[in-house]
């Protein structure tokens, strides 16, 4: 038994040595739906890349000051990080890659990611509540919040808070108000797709550079909006299932 195991296993190991193939593995394969989706990449290049996370609170509620200010500190990290070249993936160059777009329901200019924070920061600005996140109480957040997602401009804002959300009648500083309680938001990050390669972003084991240019971009995001993640925890929705996989898999080696 000692002698025959090691015979029948080098045995065994010479056709993989021997008829080893002279391809690597590929979820894409080619054909005739691999052809279009690379003819549509060529021809209607996408303006955005587009990366999706998940803030999810400590707490109960998300939709308050400590949380959204959290939040609101971290985007501006974000875009003075993404200005001063610090996103860029691997072998790109180091500048801006966040888009600079205009956000037609609003009717103002947006430099890549633009959150509920963001806009509850604005509608404290004005009046009556004339103050901002950095002082603001939750009353003064929940009243802020009523604005917001009364506004009709902010209908995808509404879409974004997590379905497990609630909405009563409350009295808040003396106004009858649809008081807004949530455990997590969703926002978008939305980046110059063609300065990260241009074509589409495919999700699953594919090792192109262009697609991990794009999920190393997508980490490098995810990190900073992250920062301490003292009052919210934040999640990546698929932004790197290529560099996942590929760690997994060197952890298990």
Known sequence: MLVAIPLITA??????IVMAPDEN???????????????????LPRRVHGAFFIAEARG??????????????????????????????????EQPYLFNGFDVDRGQPILGIFTLA????????????????????????KLALHFVLQ????????????????????????????YWTSPAILFGVAADNGKLGGGGLRIGTTGDPVTEGKEHFN???????????ESYRLWGVAIDAGLEIADEVATAV
């Open 11 to 16: 045995l065994l190991a010479v056709p993989m």
């Open 25 to 43: 593995a590929s979820d894409n394969p080619g054909g005739l739906v691999y052809d279009l989706e690379d003819l549509t990449n060529t021809k």
């Open 60 to 93: 109960q509620d998300v939709l308050t000051q400590e949380p959204l200010w959290e939040l609101y500190q971290n985007v501006q990290k974000l875009r003075q990080a993404d200005a001063e070249g610090k996103l860029h993936p691997p072998g790109l160059p």
């Open 118 to 141: 963001d806009a509850v920061q604005e509608a404290l600005a004005l009046e009556p509540l004339d103050t901002d996140l950095s002082e603001a109480s939750d009353d003064e957040v």
């Open 151 to 178: 506004d009709p401009r902010n209908e995808l804002l509404k879409d974004f808070v997590s379905e497990q959300r609630k909405v009563e009648q409350r009295t808040v500083l003396g106004r009858e108000i649809d």
């Open 219 to 229: 980490r490098n995001v995810q990190a900073i909006l992250r920062g301490d993640e």
